[in-house]
């Protein structure tokens, strides 16, 4: 996993005015390293609902769909996996979920501390969180602000013992910020500045615009090649 990691926060589009399909389709086709649908405050059947719209979007597309917080919804819809917080369910709980119904999930997990880290690092898990990076309006009861030095001590804690577990950083990550947070760690889990600043039918068009760039930024694409031959 390297780069943008895009998040359909419900709540967010909600206050603009989006559908969250045609909101994860304008995201899908700028190929994000990933795409996760956050609908804290849908129910069950809503967010089931809305990860069995995006799934078939996300597969063509070749990008994987991870479900927040719920293992069970991301099993049934057939998602790629799941992200969990401190307080959901355990991971080698979601494993066995997964198991269970005869299903894979890749899970990530979100750490807000050396300590919580540490722990993560024992657990079987697909990739580790680690913010929020930067103070963020997401949340209503943010945890403290890590920063990029401590990304960067914590990314190297993640090499040092897990070699190749990406890091994903979370938390109040702009597109100026975005090439600093991406020289520090694997990917980057955006919200906020995928939104457009505006409604209209251009709405979309932006928010592919804004995938596009923020993908670049935090993963830059590799300097060509010099023509064969060399200069004279």
Do not use: W
Not at 127 to 156: H, M, N, Q
């Amino acid at each position: 996993m390297r780069g943008l990691y895009a998040i359909v926060d419900t709540d967010s589009l909600a206050r603009r005015g989006l559908d969250p399909t045609a909101f994860a389709e304008a995201i899908l086709d700028a190929r994000p390293a990933a795409i996760q649908l956050r609908d804290k405050r849908g129910g069950a059947a809503r967010t089931l609902s809305l990860l069995r719209a995006i799934q078939p979007l996300a597969a063509r597309a070749g990008v994987p769909l991870f479900a927040n917080d719920r293992a069970d919804l991301a099993v049934l819809a057939r998602c790629d996996g799941v992200h969990v917080g401190q307080d959901d369910l355990p991971v080698r709980a979601v494993r066995r979920l997964a198991e269970a119904a005869g299903a894979s999930l890749r899970v990530g997990l979100s750490t807000h501390t050396r300590a919580q880290l540490e722990a993560a690092l024992q657990e079987p898990l697909d990739y580790v969180a680690i913010g929020p990076i930067f103070a963020t309006s997401s949340k209503e009861r943010p945890d403290a602000v890590v920063g990029l030095d401590a990304l960067a001590s914590l990314s190297a804690l993640v090499e040092q013992t897990r070699p190749g577990l990406p890091v994903v950083a979370i938390g109040g990550i702009s597109l100026e910020r975005a090439r600093e947070v991406g020289a520090r760690c694997s990917a980057a889990a955006i919200i906020a500045a995928l939104l457009p600043e505006q409604g209209g039918p251009r709405a979309l068009d932006e928010v592919n615009a804004r995938a596009r760039a923020l993908k670049e930024a935090l993963a830059p694409a590799a300097a060509p090649a010099a023509p064969p031959g060399g200069g004279g």
